[in-house]
Antibody, heavy 116, light 107 residues
């Protein structure tokens, strides 16, 4: 069974940085395409970043130049480095596995709060 | 980016009702359209992928149709466990986008 467990969230001041991690089991992060999706309190789903099996990455326009998705194959872990954080980045951040066209496995998420 | 809209934004229905939710893309996404269900306090669950394909384990009362820019999620006979919010998502472009969601609550 596939499990994804996120960590690294917390309270950070505007302009600060955080690094999120997603530990995977039952799946190799290097064999799948993996995403970060966020959900602000009471709001909808907002796709953030993807890393494909071949290593290509893409980021939403709202985070481009500030966030970087990466993976550690040896530890089977996905990361999201978030810099220059803004209040509007406040959300629960989920890592997901992409399978074919959809995201079939979601982690429970880690909460990021950007506030002074 | 491709913009996704959904209608209605919310609806009230009763157990046994047939429910339809519409998703529209700002440009063609061919059949690269997925549907998710999210219950309060839970993570989203993939229901339908590639517009019409039922994800393993999802009850057959859920179905998807459409292609191009217009898509429909149908629940043939609403069950108590189906009260939730439903999101569509396009995977046609590398920059993925979700619809704003449709909340289905009890009449």
């Amino acid at each position: 069974e596939v499990h994804l467990v996120e960590s690294g969230g917390g309270l950070v001041q505007p302009g600060g940085s955080l690094r999120l991690s997603c530990a995977a089991s039952g799946v190799s992060v290097s064999d799948s395409y993996m995403n970060w999706v966020r959900q602000a309190p009471g709001k909808g789903l907002d796709w953030v970043s993807v890393i494909y099996a071949g290593g290509t990455t893409h980021h939403a326009d709202s985070v481009k130049g500030r966030f970087i998705i990466s993976r550690d194959n040896s530890n089977n872990t996905l990361h999201l480095q978030m810099n220059s954080l803004r209040a509007e980045d406040t959300a629960v951040y989920h890592c997901t596995r992409g399978l074919g066209d959809g995201m079939d496995v979601w982690g429970q998420g880690t909460t990021v709060t950007v506030s002074s | 980016d491709i913009q996704m809209t959904q209608s209605p934004s919310s609806l009230s229905a009763s157990v046994g009702d047939r429910v339809t939710i519409t998703c529209r893309a700002s440009q063609s996404v061919t059949s690269y359209l997925n549907w998710y269900q999210q219950k309060p306090g839970k993570v989203p669950k993939l229901l339908i992928f590639a517009a019409t394909n039922l994800q393993r384990g999802v009850p057959s009362r859920f179905s998807g149709s459409g292609s191009g820019t217009d898509f429909i999620l149908t629940i043939s006979s609403l069950q108590p466990e189906d009260f939730a919010t439903y999101f569509c998502q396009q995977s046609y472009t590398t920059l993925l986008t979700f619809g704003p969601g449709t909340r289905v609550d009890m009449k």
